[in-house]
């Protein structure tokens, strides 16, 4: 048998005080999820976070409810029993799981916590056949079903339509600092700076295997060096640039996927067929650049594009000239 599985009570085996434990501790750990949320958001989305005080209070007001009723019952030892000792009881995702989320996805994943809640209850009260059990799990439900309801209402008092806005333009910002930025310099240096091995060797050699690996090399190169470089040149506490590792990773995953874009058609055998794809891989290169700085970077496109191609074209002579010489 798995120790895991078979060490995990079914939860129509539980009794009625054991029911209201677990629904006491589920109650505690939620609360403390949504403070986490809150003091994790609180910087960046102080209304979001005051919308997770709000909830954390919300679960602990229905626990300590729970308690009461626990004492009146049963005294006030209150037994030991978590969801993990609960075999098919719901489950949460820990916290750093959820927070490099984006905040849409964190509120998304505070309501469905309420609503997998109110639909355990409910279908546990459906199963039991004692009147007491069932009164009891249809309180419950109803108590998450309460939390919804409250958390619609503090997200109508704490986020108007400006504190939408608000934390929309932060997230955006957030996301172009910590992701685009890095990913789209990675993408500028694989693609262009690539581009003068990799046709100068095709030029040099006409032997598209060679042409390969060099761009194989020179592109994987170039993203582990990337990556460390943008990893060790801000650690983003006073830039506000977000996680080093997650834009070491951006830049360095996006340098070498710029390199390989033209390197790969040189797994094709015949050197002018693998040469005109691989021409064709450049210039989509660099018009998905001039795009991105369009889109997210807010420059004028054909500026953009002219100063991509410009640099892009400048390179690929460069490499052409010297492997033909």
Known sequence: MIPSISSRRRFTDLSEQQVLALAISSEEDDARIYRSYGEMLRDDYPDTAAIFDGMAAEEDRHRQRLIDLHSRRFGDVIPLIR???????????????????????????????ERDAEAFYLKAAQRSSDPATRKLLGDLAAAEAGHQARAGALKEEHLDDDALAAESRTAKRQFVLTWVQPGLAGLMDGSVSTLAPIFA????????????????AASVGAGISMGFTEAASDDGELSGRGSPLKRGVASGVMTTVGGLGHALPYLI?????????????VFIELWAIAWIQNRYMETPFFRAAFQVVLGGALVFAAGVLIGSG
Not at 96 to 108: H, P, S
Not at 201 to 216: E, N
Request: glycine share 4%.
């Open 83 to 113: 969801r993990e000792h609960v075999a098919g009881f719901y489950a949460r995702r820990p916290v750093w799981l959820v927070e490099n989320l984006g905040i849409e996805r964190i509120r998304d994943e505070a309501e469905a916590m």
């Open 201 to 216: 060797t095709a030029f040099a050699t006409q032997d598209t295997w060679t042409t390969f690996l060099v761009g194989l």
């Open 269 to 281: 055998p015949d050197f002018w067929t693998a040469t005109i794809i691989a021409f064709v891989v």
